[in-house]
Nanobody
Framework: VQLQASGGGLVQAGDSLTLSCTLS????????AGWFRQAPGKERELVAA????????YYADFAKGRFAISKDNGKNMQSLQMTSLKPEDTAVYYC????????????????WGQGTLVTSPA
């Protein structure tokens, strides 16, 4: 299984950005799917996840109301729509897939994309 994330970039505070991730060598329907981020000097943290065979979506507190995760099993893709971006959202964002149906922590995830950088300067 391989994951390829894209869509990162340099944005102004308040702007929107959509990250995309494609999965090859498997099917997204078989996995819980998540987005994580890691800022310089900080631990990797969950942003949002689609779990329980896509029936539930989980968001970190900082993502609630601003970010939206979606998964298209037919296209083997997942996306993360981010709005009202803030400087503190600056991080490398990772797409990940988990064989744990309720995977919420980094250790629950088996497969990782290469990361895409989102920068929102202060």
């Amino acid at each position: 299984v391989q994951l390829q994330a894209s869509g990162g970039g340099l944005v102004q505070a308040g702007d929107s950005l959509t990250l995309s991730c494609t999965l090859s060598g498997g099917t997204f329907s078989s996995y819980a799917a998540g987005w994580f981020r890691q800022a310089p000097g900080k631990e990797r943290e969950l942003v949002a996840a689609t779990v329980w065979a896509g029936t539930r979506k989980y968001y970190a507190d900082f993502a609630k109301g601003r970010f939206a995760i979606s998964k298209d099993n037919g296209k083997n893709m997942q996306s993360l729509q981010m709005t009202s971006l803030k400087p503190e959202d600056t991080a490398v964002y990772y797409c990940a897939a988990s064989s744990d149906p309720y995977g919420l922590g980094p250790r629950d995830y088996d497969y990782w994309g290469q990361g895409t950088l989102v920068t929102s300067p202060a």
